[in-house]
């Protein structure tokens, strides 16, 4: 999967800095959060269904936006926490579109620093976001995704 050279991107109301592949679902892109709630560029053909957060100069968590889950939850990745519902969402309890994903004033995503953010949605062949509901069976629940996969990451959203 390559990716382009980063570009800037001013589709939100704070402008980015996007290297993204269409064709794969997939972009990186750079920003520096201002406090407040905001909407970022993301430079996908549509609407991320996971967007992995960070801010990069302080030590803080990574925070998870799936669209299973709804824009008023969110996941820390680094933490054994289930998933959090709450006013004060990072992602200003807005669905990312097919230009921009929202953040808020409440948490890390939205501060004052330097972030980083990995968007993703599924491209049917190639990659696949959702969820499944463990089975308890000695052989383990049968995920289909439609293609084999290289890597799989999965966090348990509804307890520790």
């Known amino acids: 999967m ?20 269409t064709e794969a679902g997939f972009s990186i892109v750079s920003y520096t959060g201002t406090g407040s709630a905001a909407t970022v560029g993301h430079g996908l053909s549509q609407a ?7 801010r990069r100069n302080a030590s803080d968590n990574w925070y998870i936006y ?14 054994t926490a289930a998933a959090v519902t709450s006013s004060s ?26 972030m980083i953010a990995y968007c993703f949605h599924s491209v049917d062949g190639y990659s696949k976001v959702g969820s499944y509901i463990p089975n308890q069976s000695a052989t383990g629940t049968f995920i289909y ?11 348990n959203a509804s307890r520790t």
């Open 2 to 21: 390559l990716l382009g050279t980063a570009s800037s991107n001013s589709n939100g109301s704070i402008t980015s800095s996007v290297s993204a592949n």
């Open 145 to 155: 995704l439609g293609f084999r996969p290289a890597f799989f990451l999965a966090k």
């Open 48 to 54: 991320p269904e996971w967007i992995i957060a960070k």
């Open 66 to 79: 799936n669209s299973v889950l709804g824009e008023s939850a969110y996941i820390i990745l680094d933490s």
């Open 89 to 114: 969402d990072p992602w200003n309890a807005t669905a990312p579109t097919n230009s921009v994903f929202s953040v808020s004033s409440a948490a890390s995503p939205s501060s004052s620093g330097t």
